[in-house]
């Protein structure tokens, strides 16, 4: 494939679809990223199994976000927050306004809550690459999966479904 890992993050229950993560799947990359938009159809589709899945349903994310202000945070998570605080990657003053917003503003897109999936996940990216025929497999089945969204399949779809039109015989 031309890419191998794609990372789709999102928030679960905020991704209106994120079908480039659909694309990513067609040309065999594997995805990183969390239960949300186009994910969810990836993974009935393409297998959970193959993909590294991290973070929060859609169905905890209110009760989750109402508990912010209790959770203990992560010290990988603090330590990094206070490396972008430092200036250590550059921009400081760019980047403030965003480490206060996952910080002391409520953490809206709960970063903090999914931060050690992440890193977990990411551990599990880095384990299955060093073996070259799992990630092959995984890679395969991806794209074996990835029929469903096929532009044929959808343009027909969305022509009956939404547009109601009918195909004109050329």
């Avoid at 239960?35 to 009935?44: H, K, L, P, V």
């Avoid at 993909?51 to 990988?76: C, N, W, Y």
């Avoid at 992440?118 to 990216?125: E, G, K, P, T």
Wanted: glycine share 10%; net charge negative; with cysteine.
């Amino acid at each position: 494939p031309a890419s191998e890992l794609s990372q789709h993050i999102s928030t679960a229950g905020t991704e209106a679809s994120g079908t480039s993560n659909m694309k990513f799947q067609m040309n065999g990359c594997l995805i990183i990223g969390t239960m949300d938009g186009a994910n969810i159809e990836i993974a009935e589709e393409g297998g959970k199994e193959n993909m590294f899945i991290f973070g929060a349903e859609a169905h905890q994310v209110s009760r989750l976000r109402a508990e912010r202000k209790t959770l203990q945070v992560d010290p990988r998570f603090t330590h990094v927050v206070n490396l972008v605080r430092s200036g250590y990657f550059g921009w400081e003053d760019y980047f403030g306004p965003i480490m206060d917003a996952i910080t002391t503003g409520g953490d809206y897109y709960l970063v903090a809550n999914d931060f050690p999936g992440y890193l977990d996940a990411q551990a599990h990216v880095d384990e299955t690459y060093k073996n070259p025929s799992k990630w092959d497999k995984m890679s395969i089945m991806m794209t074996a999966g990835s029929g469903k969204f096929s532009t044929d399949r959808t343009i027909s779809e969305y022509a009956k479904d939404i547009w109601n039109v009918k195909p004109c015989v050329v």
